[in-house]
């Protein structure tokens, strides 16, 4: 599917952005749209709409990879291996003091964890034919070409919180509707938490794409 730009930035610009797009916004859009096109040219576009939504919830609308907020301290408290959660520190690789900030949630989608970041890594490393040091350089989860791959691949697989796209948005052979959850998609990143609200934001980025 090749996605009709010109009328996506003129719907989006009025639905979601009060009437006003930045420029970052749209490099940020240009790049999931990319992505998309890429990974997908004739996949389910409620795919790529839940994407987008994700994208605009997390990042505070500014469609940018952000680095989560929040002191050293309340990451290590968060996150760490001396914080509120110890035994989920462990279990997912920050075993370090340090750790909790060091891999504190950065993207799209706020990846978190050592583990994860190690994870995110492998797969980059695989998709782009050479190494990613996502443990190394953190920090690199924010950069736009990765941040895009990591949110698709992270929704897709299932990778961030074990539930996908494919369990929420589905069709059968003929190309029937079986699976519609919009709410039950938030599930693939925060459990229910504003899900109403992202499945909004889901359904007005799927009218700008031409399917609502």
């Keep these: 599917m090749r996605i009709d730009r010109h009328a996506f930035f ?3 610009r ?40 994700t994208a605009y919830h997390e990042t505070g609308r500014c469609l940018q990879p952000v680095r989560e907020r929040g002191s ?35 993207g799209f989608a706020q990846l978190t964890f050592k583990a994860n970041y190690a994870a995110m890594a492998a797969h980059l490393g695989r998709v782009r034919g050479q190494p990613v040091d ?6 690199l989860a924010c950069r736009l070409d990765l941040a895009v791959e990591i949110l698709f691949y992270g929704m897709e697989s ?6 996908s796209l494919a369990d929420c948005f589905s069709r059968d052979a003929a190309g029937r509707i079986t ?8 599930a693939i990143i925060n459990g229910r938490d504003r899900a109403a609200l992202v499945a909004g934001y889901g359904r007005a980025f799927l009218a700008a794409l031409g399917e609502g």
């Design 10 to 12: 003129a719907q989006v």
């Design 179 to 186: 699976r519609d959850d919009w709410i039950g998609a938030r």
């Design 14 to 53: 009025t639905s979601l952005f009060s009437g006003a797009l930045a420029t970052g916004q749209v490099a940020g859009l240009n790049a999931l749209l990319d992505g998309w096109e890429q990974r997908h040219p004739a996949g389910d576009v409620r795919w790529l709409a839940y994407g987008l939504a």
């Design 72 to 106: 050293a301290s309340y990451c290590e408290n968060r996150y760490g291996i001396a914080g509120r959660y110890p035994a989920r520190a462990r279990r997912l690789g920050n075993t370090r003091p340090g750790d909790g900030d060091r891999y504190r949630g950065r």
């Design 158 to 163: 299932g990778a961030f919180t074990g539930r």
């Design 134 to 139: 996502l443990v190394g350089s953190p920090e």
